[in-house]
Nanobody, 125 residues
C-alpha cells in the first residue's frame, strides 16, 4: 500500500502560478502511474493530468492543456503539478492518485487505487 500526501496549495491571484507536490511513501512509487484530479464544491471530481511510470507519457484535460504540467521524480517518490496562468475556475481541492495496475496514464478516477487527502487551491479574480 502507498500513502500520498499533497502540498503546495494556497491562495493566488488570477494569472499566477502554483506548484503542487505529492509525496508517496513506500518503495514501489516508480511502479505506479500517477494522476491529478480536482473537485470544486458541489461538483464532481474532475480529471486534471496524469503521468506514466517513467514520466515519458503525460495526458491532460483540455481545460488545463498548455497551462499545467505534470512531472515526477522517482528518486524522490514525488509527483508534481505545475500550474501557470491560473484562472478562478481552477479553484478546487486537488488530489493526487496512484494506479498500481497500469503503466500508462488514465483519466478515469475508478482506475486509481490510492488517493491523497487533497490540497486546496483558490484563485481570486
Amino acid at each position: 500500500q502507498v500513502q500520498l500526501v499533497e502540498s503546495g496549495g494556497g491562495l493566488v491571484q488570477a494569472g499566477g502560478s502554483l506548484r503542487l507536490s505529492c509525496a508517496a511513501s513506500g518503495r514501489t512509487f516508480s511502479t505506479y502511474a500517477m494522476g491529478w484530479f480536482r473537485q470544486a464544491p458541489g461538483k464532481e471530481r474532475q480529471f486534471v493530468a496524469a503521468i506514466s511510470l517513467s514520466g515519458g507519457t503525460t495526458i491532460y484535460a483540455d481545460s488545463v492543456k498548455g497551462r499545467f504540467t505534470v512531472s515526477r521524480d522517482n528518486g524522490k517518490n514525488t509527483v508534481y503539478l505545475q500550474m501557470n496562468s491560473l484562472k478562478p475556475e481552477d479553484t478546487a481541492t486537488y488530489y493526487c492518485a496512484a494506479d498500481r495496475f497500469r503503466s500508462v496514464p488514465r483519466q478515469r478516477s475508478d482506475d486509481y487505487d490510492y488517493w491523497g487527502q487533497g490540497t486546496q487551491v483558490t484563485v481570486s479574480s
